[in-house]
């Protein structure tokens, strides 16, 4: 359910040729949420239920509200490494840099985790407009793999393919 969230999506595509495969979900001044698509994504796609299960990822970012808790995320790291940074003496561009540190880290803390959220409630949203999960996950296979980096942003392709069975398995 998403009583009291605008979910009136504003869809664009990028207008850079040069840009690189990606799709990614944001706010805009007025936080009516928008769904962003590079040309290479689409063009990447192979059918409509591949688009969709973008679609629907990046739909379930603004839900699950990722980039709320991103931000708090961010915030209670820049607060955390930049106090101890100042209790145990640091000066002020030293605190300044771990206020900054504290932030990047905060804010990956979670985004793997944020990624299979979206991985899962995408995959139902995907079949709820009517399109194939089964058939819109193959886009996953055909991506590069990030692997489980420390402080990557996406999970392995293999954790994010089996989320998606999970979900499948329950709808």
């Known amino acids: 359910k998403t009583t009291g969230l605008d979910c009136d999506f504003r869809i664009v595509i990028d207008g850079n040729p040069n840009s690189p495969a990606n799709a990614y979900?944001?706010?805009?001044?007025?936080?009516?949420?928008?769904?962003?698509?590079?040309?290479?994504l689409?063009?990447?796609a192979g059918?409509?239920?591949?688009?969709?299960?973008v679609m629907g990822h990046e739909g379930a970012h603004h839900i699950l509200n990722h980039i709320g808790r991103q931000k708090q995320?961010?915030?209670?790291?820049?607060?955390?490494?930049?106090g101890l940074a100042a209790?145990?003496?640091a000066a002020p561009a030293g605190v300044e840099e771990a206020v900054k540190l504290g932030a990047q880290f905060g804010a990956r803390g979670y985004s793997k985790d944020h990624e299979l959220e979206a991985d899962y409630?995408?995959?139902?949203?995907?079949?709820?407009?009517?399109?194939?999960?089964?058939?819109?996950?193959?886009?996953i296979k055909r991506i590069p793999d990030p692997g489980d980096r420390f402080l990557g942003t996406h999970p392995s392709n293999e954790e994010r393919l089996q989320v998606v069975q999970k979900a499948l398995s329950e709808i």
């Open 25 to 40: 979900q944001t706010l805009d001044a007025n936080k009516r949420p928008i769904i962003a698509f590079t040309q290479k």
């Open 42 to 44: 689409i063009l990447d």
């Open 47 to 53: 059918n409509a239920d591949e688009l969709a299960f």
């Open 73 to 82: 995320n961010s915030v209670a790291g820049a607060v955390i490494l930049g």
């Open 87 to 89: 209790l145990t003496g």
């Open 121 to 139: 409630l995408g995959a139902k949203l995907t079949a709820l407009g009517g399109y194939s999960p089964v058939i819109g996950s193959e886009f």
